[in-house]
T-cell receptor
Framework: GAGVSQSPSNKVTEKGKDVELRCDPI?????LYWYRQSLGQGLEFLIY????????KSGLPSDRFSAERTGGSVSTLTIQRTQQEDSAVYLC??????????????FGPGTRLTVL | KNEVEQSPQNLTAQEGEFITINCSYS?????LHWLQQHPGGGIVSLFM???GKKKHGRLIATINIQEKHSSLHITASHPRDSAVYIC??????????FGQGTRLTINP
């Protein structure tokens, strides 16, 4: 079966532009996560969706970042007025079992965002 | 201080050597994960554990909850094991908190 997919794989944009990054989780997975990996930095949590519950947005670095998940499946991470420090690889992950805090997460290939 | 610390940051070894990567954490957790990130960037979950020890092929992961410490061992290491190994914890929530990673290079 298909794994987690993300698009685009690479995105180059100019400072100040808005970007949208897409994640298609594994079919049937109810939990979806966004993470960021900046150059030379470790991974950091951004946002988590679980079913119809309110998302955990505690990792979003500023109000320029937002995400939505439509129909409990596809998710879009939007960055408004991009800054150079937003350059990073944005990773999406999904997991199967709701309410199980230790379920294995399956990662997508990531979107490499470069802000010029 | 990071909530999750890994050591060493970089490790180079010869093929066949026994490898140990360590992870210490400072928060209460519901589970600890070991992840592998290959040079192409893809991340694969190797282990998820909340107690004891797990083994998969040449990989062994252990955790000591009282000491807040976990180790990842690789037996009979091979150049294809070269990757970044990342320790991550669930701090009582769904999200993961990550260590900085250990870059492992196995030379033939």
């Amino acid at each position: 079966g298909a794994g987690v997919s993300q698009s685009p794989s690479n995105k180059v944009t100019e400072k100040g532009k808005d970007v949208e990054l897409r994640c298609d989780p594994i079919s049937g997975h109810t939990a979806l996560y966004w993470y960021r990996q900046s150059l030379g930095q470790g991974l950091e949590f951004l946002i988590y969706f679980q079913g119809n519950s309110a998302p955990d947005k505690s990792g979003l670095p500023s109000d320029r970042f937002s995400a939505e998940r439509t129909g409990g499946s596809v998710s879009t991470l939007t960055i408004q007025r991009t800054q150079q420090e937003d350059s990073a690889v944005y990773l999406c992950a999904s997991s199967l079992v709701p309410g199980v805090p230790t379920d294995t997460q399956y990662f997508g290939p990531g979107t490499r965002l470069t802000v010029l | 201080k990071n909530e999750v610390e890994q050591s060493p940051q970089n490790l180079t070894a010869q093929e066949g050597e026994f490898i140990t990567i360590n992870c210490s954490y400072s928060v209460g957790i519901s589970a600890l994960h070991w992840l592998q990130q290959h040079p192409g960037g893809g991340i694969v979950s190797l282990f998820m554990l909340s107690s004891g020890k797990k083994k998969h092929g040449r990989l062994i992961a252990t955790i000591n909850i009282q000491e807040k410490h976990s180790s990842l061992h690789i037996t009979a290491s091979h150049p294809r094991d070269s990757a970044v190994y990342i320790c991550a914890v669930n701090p009582g929530a769904q999200k993961l908190v990550f260590g900085q990673g250990t870059r492992l290079t196995i030379n033939p």
